[in-house]
């Protein structure tokens, strides 16, 4: 896992440049907290960084040594009035820090909870986040809704996604994913390749990326929360806190310890 992640650092930013509609709430979220907060699968720091702007501290975790680097070389950057940051190299689902420090918040961004590719891992990170948090302490997190009709694919053809941009500098990539679905183990499997182009439209270079992620149902989580002492504060549907319905893609967990 750590390898998979290694070989995505040096351009996951311009790859997931156009995500943008989470940020808002993850910084609100933790405002609201107060802080600390502690991330998981925190990356490069896309979220982290925000949220220390805001002025909250914030503790960082990933497994991937690259990722961590990337993501301190651009907190180096930030002002000194920013919220502390920081990173620790460690796996969600064993890290361990001193038994007083308490976190009034705890987060997965971006799906990162589906990383975790079976349910004793599930178990072993939730248990330990739960043993992390303060007694009011919240954790929240979202990930995708499956959709039937997708999952019933299998081996599907080359599909484009949108393009992006990179922050830094300014390199269009023109994107691409390959999908399959092992329904069984509930593994969605993807092969990206990325194609960064020049303002001209001239080829730079092209990229082949592999990633394996675990999706889940919505009451299969609300079950695997509340075995795992977690109480059901909300759903959210989407990052506008909008409610959940049949309609909604996403699904964003506000989890709070059962008293």
């Known amino acids: 896992m750590s390898f998979l992640l290694d070989s995505w650092a040096d351009f ?4 997931y440049s156009n995500v943008q509609g989470d940020l808002q709430f993850y910084v609100e979220t933790a405002l609201d907290s107060g802080g600390p907060v502690l991330e998981l699968g925190c990356g490069t720091g896309r979220v982290t960084i925000p949220i220390a702007e805001s002025g909250v501290d914030i503790v960082g975790i990933d497994l991937s040594e690259t990722m961590l680097s990337v993501a301190q070389k651009k907190i180096d950057r930030l002002p000194d009035d920013s919220g502390t940051i920081t990173l ?16 009034n918040l705890a987060i997965i961004p971006f799906r990162g909870f589906l990383h975790l590719l079976n349910v004793d891992a599930q178990f072993k990170t939730l248990l330990n986040i739960r ?4 007694p009011d302490g919240k954790l929240v997190f979202n990930v995708f809704v499956p959709d039937p009709a ?3 694919e299998d081996g599907g053809p080359i599909v484009p996604l949108p393009d992006t941009t990179d922050p830094d500098t300014g390199e269009r990539f023109l994107r691409w994913i390959q999908s399959s679905y092992d329904n069984y183990n509930q593994i969605w499997t993807a092969h990206v390749i990325a194609e960064e182009v020049d303002p001209s439209g001239t080829s730079i270079g092209r990229q082949h990326r592999d990633f394996q992620i675990r999706y889940a149902h919505r009451w299969e ?3 695997l ?8 504060l909300e759903l959210y549907g989407s990052f506008d806190r909008g ?3 049949e309609n909604s893609t996403e699904m964003i967990w506000v989890v709070g310890l059962c008293s």
């Not at 620790?88 to 976190?103: A, Y």
């Not at 929360?225 to 059901?232: P, S, Y």
């Open 12 to 15: 996951y930013d311009a790859f």
């Open 88 to 103: 620790v190299h460690s796996d969600m689902r064993d890290f361990d820090f001193n038994e007083c420090e308490k976190f």
């Open 131 to 134: 043993r992390h948090l303060a």
């Open 150 to 152: 997708i999952l019933a």
């Open 221 to 223: 989580l609300h079950h």
């Open 225 to 232: 929360l509340e075995l795992c002492g977690f109480e059901i």
């Open 243 to 245: 409610s959940f319905d």
